[in-house]
């Protein structure tokens, strides 16, 4: 298949420190080139994933947002390039939107984040000829009567991540700074159960630098350190030296790349169930998910001793860019088969 790839317009791919959706939209690229597929991927400029890129792409343009100018420029930009596919897989908001692609071009497309009410609005004025993923079974259940074509769930490259012995026999956090993603919570967490706190996070814009300049900065001290946004490299050097990863997000999160991450360099995670967690998360095998301060601290010191070769494994089987690639391929088969219905009214 001739498949092409629009990645939102926000970051480089791969994304150079953190980013989500940039991390899975270059495995997708690359895997799907591996097994003998033809890629052209539309990126911010600056991108380094190993396929064929579209060119003259727009430079990232910095923070996130929906229905942006430098979205709509992004898209329109990507899809007058993308006349010579089979089928374009968009990672954007506002590509499946755009009315100047071409009528024929089958379209599927991922929705990253919540089906909120206003996005979830959005949706369902799809046409007919986008088939929409979710990402997992609860950001499914959210979707309110739009037509899911799948649930797949995101797949790192193992190969990239080394196993860590977690001799560190400290607790490791990483995400952003949000209240969501409860990096107050983890210290609260790690400092009544008496581990020392590793913490990582991009903290981009006024409202996040405020949250960390109040919530979290006078929590700070010997026993937490805030280690600022790091690399690939460093953050599997930080998750795979952690006895525990520490995940006490406060919303109903769709997915949850960081807690794979954690997996696949043999960690066990901890952290609340909420959102998609309980889908990558054995209870009791390859973490704990808990729901108060004290039951995670509890959690915590049992997760320490559970088998990091069990957390590998799970990654292995359950989330290998392999696998991704795979339900990807049998998805857009359907699609250009027409044996699947699209999403849409």
Same mark, same amino acid.
């Given at each position: 298949?001739?498949?092409?790839?629009?990645?939102?317009?926000? *970051?480089?791919?791969?994304?150079?420190?953190?980013? %989500?959706?940039?991390?899975? @939209?270059?495995?997708?690229?690359?895997?799907?080139?591996?097994?003998?597929?033809?890629?052209?991927?539309?990126?911010?400029?600056?991108?380094?994933?190993?396929?064929?890129?579209?060119?003259?792409?727009?430079?990232?343009?910095?923070?996130?947002?929906?229905?942006?100018? =430098?979205?709509?420029?992004?898209?329109? $930009?990507?899809?007058? =390039? *993308?006349?010579?596919?089979?089928?374009?897989?968009?990672?954007?908001?506002?590509?499946?939107?755009?009315?100047?692609?071409?009528?024929?071009?089958?379209?599927?497309?991922?929705?990253?984040?919540?089906?909120?009410?206003?996005?979830?609005? /959005?949706? $369902?004025?799809?046409?007919?000829?986008?088939?929409?993923? =979710?990402?997992?079974?609860?950001? =499914?259940?959210? &979707?309110?009567?739009?037509? #899911?074509? $799948?649930? !797949?769930?995101?797949?790192?490259?193992?190969?990239?991540?080394?196993?860590?012995? %977690?001799?560190?026999?400290?607790?490791?956090?990483?995400?952003?700074?949000?209240?969501?993603?409860?990096?107050?919570?983890? !210290?609260?967490?790690?400092?009544?159960?008496?581990?020392?706190?590793?913490?990582?996070?991009?903290?981009?814009?006024?409202?996040?630098?405020?949250?960390?300049?109040?919530?979290?900065?006078?929590?700070?001290?010997?026993?937490?350190?805030? *280690? %600022?946004?790091?690399?690939?490299?460093?953050?599997?050097?930080?998750?795979?030296?952690?006895?525990?990863?520490?995940?006490? #997000?406060?919303?109903?999160?769709?997915?949850?790349?960081?807690? #794979?991450?954690? /997996? &696949?360099?043999?960690?066990? @995670?901890?952290?609340? %169930?909420?959102?998609?967690?309980?889908?990558?998360?054995?209870?009791?095998?390859?973490?704990?998910?808990?729901?108060?301060?004290?039951?995670?601290?509890?959690?915590?010191?049992?997760?320490?001793?559970?088998?990091?070769?069990?957390?590998?494994?799970?990654?292995?089987?359950?989330?290998?860019?392999?696998?991704?690639?795979?339900?990807?391929?049998? /998805?857009?088969?359907?699609?250009?088969?027409? $044996?699947?219905?699209?999403?849409?009214?």
């Amino acid at each position: 298949m001739r498949i092409g790839l629009i990645a939102p317009p926000w *970051l480089p791919v791969p994304p150079p420190r953190y980013g %989500g959706t940039e991390v899975v @939209v270059d495995g997708l690229a690359r895997g799907l080139a591996a097994v003998g597929h033809e890629v052209l991927l539309a990126a911010p400029a600056g991108s380094t994933c190993p396929v064929p890129l579209v060119p003259d792409m727009p430079k990232p343009s910095g923070m996130s947002g929906t229905w942006s100018a =430098a979205e709509l420029y992004h898209v329109a $930009r990507a899809y007058a =390039a *993308l006349t010579d596919v089979d089928l374009v897989h968009d990672h954007t908001v506002a590509g499946p939107f755009f009315r100047y692609r071409p009528a024929a071009l089958p379209v599927v497309t991922t929705n990253h984040g919540p089906f909120s009410s206003r996005l979830g609005d /959005l949706y $369902r004025l799809m046409g007919p000829d986008v088939s929409m993923v =979710a990402i997992s079974h609860r950001q =499914a259940a959210d &979707a309110g009567g739009i037509r #899911i074509a $799948r649930v !797949i769930h995101h797949g790192i490259d193992l190969d990239a991540v080394p196993v860590g012995d %977690g001799r560190g026999g400290y607790a490791a956090f990483l995400g952003r700074m949000s209240p969501d993603k409860g990096p107050r919570e983890a !210290i609260l967490v790690a400092r009544e159960a008496g581990f020392r706190l590793l913490m990582s996070a991009r903290v981009e814009g006024q409202e996040e630098t405020d949250y960390f300049d109040s919530q979290v900065a006078p929590l700070l001290g010997p026993d937490v350190e805030f *280690l %600022g946004e790091l690399t690939a490299v460093e953050k599997y050097q930080l998750m795979g030296g952690a006895a525990v990863f520490l995940n006490p #997000i406060q919303w109903p999160e769709p997915f949850g790349l960081v807690m #794979i991450e954690a /997996l &696949a360099t043999g960690t066990p @995670v901890v952290g609340t %169930g909420s959102g998609a967690a309980p889908e990558i998360v054995d209870d009791g095998v390859t973490g704990y998910l808990r729901g108060t301060v004290r039951e995670l601290a509890e959690a915590l010191v049992l997760a320490s001793a559970l088998d990091r070769r069990a957390c590998r494994q799970a990654a292995e089987l359950r989330f290998s860019i392999g696998r991704m690639v795979a339900d990807h391929v049998s /998805l857009y088969g359907e699609v250009l088969q027409g $044996r699947l219905p699209p999403s849409g009214r």
